[in-house]
Nanobody, 120 residues
Framework: QVQLQASGGGLVQPGGSLRLSCTTSGGTYAVGWFRQVADKEREYVAT????????AVALPLKDRFAISRDDAANTVYLHMNSLKPEDTALYYCASTPAVMSSRQSDYNYWGQGTQVTVSS
């Protein structure tokens, strides 16, 4: 019923910036971003409600990451600045019927991940 597709990942140098996109289909819903590396649990990154009026970014990332959405384009963005090697991960976007949430269990539809690699 709901489909999401993450894109925009790639190789970037430390200190660089990258914008990820999550293209969505279906009705209005909140979207979250998560990331995961092979030896760690999936980590919450950011979330935004259906209207875009409510936003949240994980505390360790608040100074470098931002989330926004353009409902006319059915797209949610993750803006990543001052990237570090430890930001290297597979980034996922997902939708939730909740207003917004940092808990992955609240998300019922997940897109394919897009790989971000931060390296010199």
């Amino acid at each position: 019923q709901v489909q999401l597709q993450a894109s925009g990942g790639g190789l970037v140098q430390p200190g660089g910036s990258l914008r990820l996109s999550c293209t969505t289909s279906g009705g209005t819903y909140a979207v979250g971003w998560f990331r995961q590396v092979a030896d760690k649990e999936r980590e919450y990154v950011a979330t935004i409600n259906a209207s875009g009026g409510l936003k949240a970014v994980a505390l360790p990332l608040k100074d470098r990451f931002a989330i926004s959405r353009d409902d006319a384009a059915n797209t949610v963005y993750l803006h990543m600045n001052s990237l570090k090697p430890e930001d290297t991960a597979l980034y996922y976007c997902a939708s939730t019927p909740a207003v917004m949430s940092s808990r992955q269990s609240d998300y019922n539809y997940w897109g394919q991940g897009t790989q971000v690699t931060v390296s010199s």
